[in-house]
């Protein structure tokens, strides 16, 4: 009987980890609303990064701009056992039923970019983007010397960061009597749609002077039509991709307000890993804008970098 039980033992032994052996990788997931806008790729590139220097294990999904989709893919990462889940919601009203399948699963959750209304997360990474529609406007303002028509291609409804945007730049114009907003219309961040949009307000106001876009692709797309028009219009984007700067420096666009998406990514990592080794974390975090013109690029916000 001894010897029949002897190498069971030894085999019970090497199968138990020894004492002090590195555990496996946390895991953490990111959910992010498309991964077809540049502004994203940078975020999920930002977050990448920062989870292979702290060494967990990162999922990232794409939700293609569907709530559908993005709820479908947060129940998949809540079935692989993530600890933390980072949401960059598509709409962010829709977004509460995604927090609240992480909630029934104790899993906790930190925004990005976009905020989940109605629903109660751990923290929020985001740009002021109010305080950056509005220097989109105050920019606008200055070039035109006070006095112009000015146009604006709105963000995706639903999105805070598209209504918060767009509030921000109308409170701006509203100080200044001598502007004039005469078209407004969503061109759901999309290139294509800031082109075609931009073509039928060129087609239907042959007098304006400005526009504003609330992101660097509808810009782009507004530029194209314009180019093709023949028409010098001054256009200012907002987050300051690689081709929004681009355009700016070759003089297309006027200028961008910069964010700082791979910072934000970096940031929702850091935060989750402070979650999960104890750490006390802050409910919002502000991430500072730039504005990028020919001129050097000058942070706003600088003040407010640090959480809180």
Do not use: W
């Amino acid at each position: 009987m001894i010897r029949k039980l002897v190498p069971l033992i030894v085999i019970t032994v090497l199968l138990c980890p020894a004492a002090g052996m590195a555990k496996a990788a946390d895991k953490i997931a990111l959910v992010v609303s498309t991964l077809d806008n540049p502004f994203f790729v940078t975020m999920s590139d930002g977050a990448k990064a920062k989870a292979k220097a702290l060494g967990l294990d990162l999922v990232v999904v794409d939700s293609q701009n569907d709530p559908a989709k993005e709820l479908a893919n947060v129940e998949d990462v809540l079935d692989q056992n993530v600890k933390v889940l980072l949401l960059n919601p598509v709409d962010s009203d829709a977004a509460k039923a995604s927090v609240r399948a992480a909630q029934v699963d104790n899993v906790p959750v930190i925004t990005l970019d976009r905020s989940a209304n109605g629903a109660k997360v751990i923290c929020h990474i985001a740009s002021d983007n109010v305080g950056g529609g509005k220097t989109a406007g105050e920019l606008i303002i200055s070039k035109l010397g006070g006095h112009g028509n000015v146009a604006e291609l709105e963000g995706q409804p639903g999105t805070d960061a598209a209504r918060d945007r767009s509030n921000g730049f109308r409170e701006a114009i509203a100080g200044a009597p001598g502007i004039k907003l005469v078209a407004s219309q969503p061109a759901n961040f999309d290139r294509t749609q800031g082109l075609n949009v931009m073509e039928n307000m060129l087609q239907a106001h042959p007098d304006i002077d400005a526009v504003f876009a609330a992101n660097d692709e509808m810009a782009l797309g507004a530029t194209k039509a314009i180019q093709a028009s023949g028409r010098k219009i001054i256009v200012v984007g907002f987050d300051g991709t690689r081709d929004g700067i681009a355009a700016v420096r070759n003089g297309s666009m006027y200028a961008t307000i910069a964010q700082q998406p791979e910072l934000i990514g970096s940031l929702g990592v850091e935060q989750a890993n402070n979650l999960i080794t104890g750490h006390h974390i802050p409910k919002s975090i502000p991430v500072p804008l730039k504005v990028i013109s020919n001129g050097a690029p000058v942070v706003h916000g600088a003040d407010q970098a640090s959480t809180r």
